[in-house]
């Protein structure tokens, strides 16, 4: 990783898909890391992560105490980790198609029209 005062750079993107790349490879993971695999793990992830929330009020949700934050971040983490290896494997730049999908989204979600709103685009 990128160094920073002596601290890894937890920001940089493209340490995080070297060092899954290093991860996987000294593990001879590579084989099952096809992207059918990792699309299914994110969604899996996803679960795991919507499994802290299930049964939780709005405001509970909110308001996590630190152990199940704790829990939470892990399972933020996978789902990060899972769509990283996704996107490296897939050679899909993943910062630049998160910029690119909130530009379309700025326009199918005009703010005059959605401002305060939840309403689908299609249904402003």
């Not at 937890?10 to 898909?17: G, V």
């Not at 996803?46 to 199940?68: I, P, R, V």
Request: aromatic letters at 8%; one cysteine or more.
């Amino acid at each position: 990783m990128t160094e920073k005062n002596g601290k890894p750079d937890e920001n940089c993107l493209e340490d995080l898909q070297r060092d899954l790349r290093r991860f996987s490879a000294v593990r001879e993971w590579d084989q099952f890391h096809t992207p059918k695999n990792l699309a299914i793990a994110v969604s899996v992830e996803s679960g795991e992560l919507l499994e802290h929330f299930q049964w939780l009020t709005a405001e509970q949700s909110a308001n996590l105490s630190a152990d199940h934050l704790a829990k939470v971040r892990l399972e933020i983490a996978d789902v990060l980790l899972y769509l990283v290896s996704l996107s490296d494997k897939l050679g899909v730049d993943l910062v630049a198609a998160a910029f690119e999908k909130l530009e379309i989204n700025a326009k199918k979600y005009p703010v005059e029209l959605s401002k305060g709103s939840a309403k689908k685009y299609t249904d402003l």
